[in-house]
C-alpha cells in the first residue's frame, strides 16, 4: 500500500514596517455576502507609528464591492495628505490580482476600479497581499464601520486612542 502524508508547515505573520516612506493597510468587511459591509484603513510610518486611519461604511454590498471601495478610500486619503509612493498591503487576494492584471472581474466594482486605477496612476503605490494576520488593525477598523454604521477618520494615535 502506498500511504501518502501530507506535510503542512508553519509560517509566522506579522506586521512588518516599511523600509522606507509609510505604508497603507487595509480591509473591507461584510457581515454576509452580499450584507452589511464596511472598509478599514491605518496609514503608518517606519517606525509603525499611526498618521491616520479611517473606517467608513458602506451600507449593503458584497465583500469584493468593499475591498474595492476601502482601497479607494485608503488611496483617496493618502492624496489628501499628499502622500506619494508608499506601500499598500490588502489581505483581499482577488483584488490585489485585478489591480496587477489591471482588469477587474466583476461589474459592479467597475467604477471603483477605475477609479482605484486612476489614483494608483497618480500616486505610485506598491500594493501587495498580506495575510489577515498581518492587517489586523485594519480589519478591526472594517468591522468598526460595519457595527457603527458610519464613516469617522483617524488623524495620529492620539486621535484613534480617544475615540476607541
Known amino acids: 500500500?502506498?500511504?501518502?502524508?501530507?506535510?503542512?508547515?508553519?509560517?509566522?505573520?506579522?506586521?512588518?514596517?516599511?523600509?522606507?516612506?509609510?505604508?497603507?493597510?487595509?480591509?473591507?468587511?461584510?457581515?454576509?455576502?452580499?450584507?452589511?459591509?464596511?472598509?478599514?484603513?491605518?496609514?503608518?510610518?517606519?517606525?509603525?507609528?499611526?498618521?491616520?486611519?479611517?473606517?467608513?461604511f458602506y451600507g449593503e454590498c458584497t465583500n469584493s464591492i468593499a475591498n474595492l471601495r476601502v482601497l479607494r478610500d485608503g488611496l483617496k486619503l493618502c492624496e489628501s495628505l499628499g502622500i506619494k509612493d508608499f506601500h499598500v498591503n490588502s489581505d483581499s487576494a482577488a483584488t490585489v490580482q485585478c489591480i496587477a492584471k489591471r482588469k477587474c472581474e466583476f461589474w459592479k466594482g467597475w467604477y471603483w476600479f477605475q477609479e482605484v486605477l486612476g489614483l494608483i496612476n497618480f500616486l505610485k503605490p506598491m500594493i501587495s497581499f498580506t495575510y489577515r494576520e498581518g492587517n489586523r488593525a485594519a480589519g478591526f477598523l472594517a468591522n468598526l464601520a460595519c457595527d457603527s454604521k458610519k464613516d469617522t477618520v483617524f488623524h495620529g494615535e492620539s486621535s484613534l486612542h480617544q475615540n476607541l
Open 1 to 56: 500500500m502506498n500511504w501518502a502524508v501530507a506535510i503542512k508547515t508553519s509560517v509566522s505573520v506579522f506586521w512588518c514596517p516599511p523600509f522606507s516612506s509609510l505604508k497603507l493597510n487595509v480591509d473591507g468587511a461584510c457581515k454576509g455576502n452580499p450584507g452589511v459591509g464596511g472598509g478599514g484603513g491605518i496609514i503608518r510610518n517606519t517606525e509603525g507609528r499611526v498618521i491616520a486611519a479611517f473606517a467608513n
